[in-house]
Each structure stands twice: as C-alpha cells, then as structure tokens.
T-cell receptor
Framework: EAGVTQFPSHSVIEKGQTVTLRCDPISGHDNLYWYRRVMGKEIKFLLHFVKESKQDESGMPNNRFLAERTGGTYSTLKVQPAELEDSGVYFC??????????????FGEGSWLTVV | AQSVTQLGSHVSVSEGALVLLRCNYSSSVPPYLFWYVQYPNQGLQLLLKYTTGATLVKGINGFEAEFKKSETSFHLTKPSAHMSDAAEYFCAASPMIYNQGGKLIFGQGTELSVKP
C-alpha cells in the first residue's frame, strides 16, 4: 500500500514567485493535514481537511497560503507570493475516517521549500 | 495553551548505551502522546503512542516510553543504542477533544547521534 506522497520533494524559488505543493494521502483516508517546519523551529500544524472540507485552518500563517482538496482526494498548498520566511519543510499527513485524537497520523517525506 | 517540551536538541550516546530522550507536556487534561522519528531523507515515522490503558508503551525498533501523569512526562528509552538509531526524534501531543483530532502539537525535536 502506498504511503503519503508529496511533490515536489525540493523546490527553490525566488521571492515573489508562486509555488504549489501537492499531496496524495493514503487511499481511503478522509483526513488530510498540512504541517510546516521552518528552520530551527518545531513542526507546526497548518490545516486539516475532512474529505474536501476544511475542518480547521487555524494554523495557516496568512492569506498568501491557499490549500485546496478538490474531490476529497489529493490536496495542493499554494504559496503566492512566496517570502523568505516561507522557507522550510512542508509535511502532508493523513489518517483514517474516524476522527479520533488517538488515531495514528501518517506523514509524507515532506516538500523542502527554499525561497531566495 | 498546550505545549510540548523536549529537553536537549542534541543527544549523543555510544553504541550499546542507554538512550533516554525527554519529553514533557503542558496541559490541564492529559493528551494523547506520540513519538515520531525522522531518519535522514525520510518522512516522519510513528515509533509509539499512548492513548489509554497501560502507561508503559512499547514501540518499534526496541523503543518504549512511559506516561507519567504526575510528572507530565513521556520519556522515550531504548536499553541499547544501535548505529541505525541515529535520527531526529519528535514528541507530540494531541488534545483529547473529538473535533480536534489530528492536530498534533510537536516538541522541538531531539537529534540523536550514536558513536561507535
């Protein structure tokens, strides 16, 4: 069974450009999450989808970030325009349908974003 | 607000020695607790988790952790370190609130190095 896959694995863009990160969750997982780790900081929650609906987007830093999950399958996270402080690793994760705090959350390998 | 603290950003042990990685949480209600590991160039992998029941939890690769409510701790241990244990380890907590399932709060991470 395939795990959570993320694309691209690495991206280097200039300040002001746009980047779109993609995440394919484990098949059948209704819950999809985005997390971010900027350099030297802890991993932080960005948002949570249940199927195609945003359940919690309290961690989104500002309106330059837009997440979508059309059809409740894969998700994209767009940063437009990118700023230097957006550099870091963006993790996608998924978990099964039952929304239980103790569910195991499965993480992807992350997308490394560098803004220069 | 809930928080997770990992004592020591870097821990170095000799091969065969005891591994002890410390994690404390701050919460008025004990959360669900997790340890994740990130090996170089890989994603986050669940080592073990505590939800309910036995407070001593055994995970993969010989690791275990004990939930101590009185000390608000969830330290990770392994009796004998192996070179392959070198990685970054993350402690995380999830509030026991149904509609916040999956919103993990991470500690800062501890980089474990193992000397031959």
């Amino acid at each position: 069974e395939a795990g959570v896959t993320q694309f691209p694995s690495h991206s280097v863009i200039e300040k002001g450009q746009t980047v779109t990160l993609r995440c394919d969750p484990i098949s059948g997982h209704d819950n999809l999450y985005w997390y971010r780790r900027v350099m030297g900081k802890e991993i932080k929650f960005l948002l949570h989808f249940v199927k195609e609906s945003k359940q919690d987007e309290s961690g989104m830093p500002n309106n330059r970030f837009l997440a979508e999950r059309t059809g409740g399958t894969y998700s994209t996270l767009k940063v437009q325009p990118a700023e230097l402080e957006d550099s870091g690793v963006y993790f996608c994760a998924s978990s099964p349908a039952r929304q239980f705090s103790g569910n195991t959350i499965y993480f992807g390998e992350g997308s490394w974003l560098t803004v220069v | 607000a809930q928080s997770v603290t990992q004592l020591g950003s870097h821990v170095s042990v000799s091969e065969g020695a005891l591994v002890l990685l410390r994690c404390n949480y701050s919460s008025s209600v004990p959360p669900y607790l997790f340890w994740y590991v990130q090996y170089p160039n890989q994603g986050l992998q669940l080592l073990l988790k505590y939800t309910t029941g036995a407070t001593l939890v055994k995970g993969i690769n010989g690791f275990e952790a004990e939930f101590k409510k009185s000390e608000t701790s969830f330290h990770l241990t392994k009796p004998s370190a192996h070179m392959s244990d070198a990685a970054e380890y993350f402690c995380a907590a999830s509030p026991m609130i149904y509609n916040q399932g999956g919103k993990l709060i991470f500690g800062q991470g501890t980089e474990l190095s193992v000397k031959p």
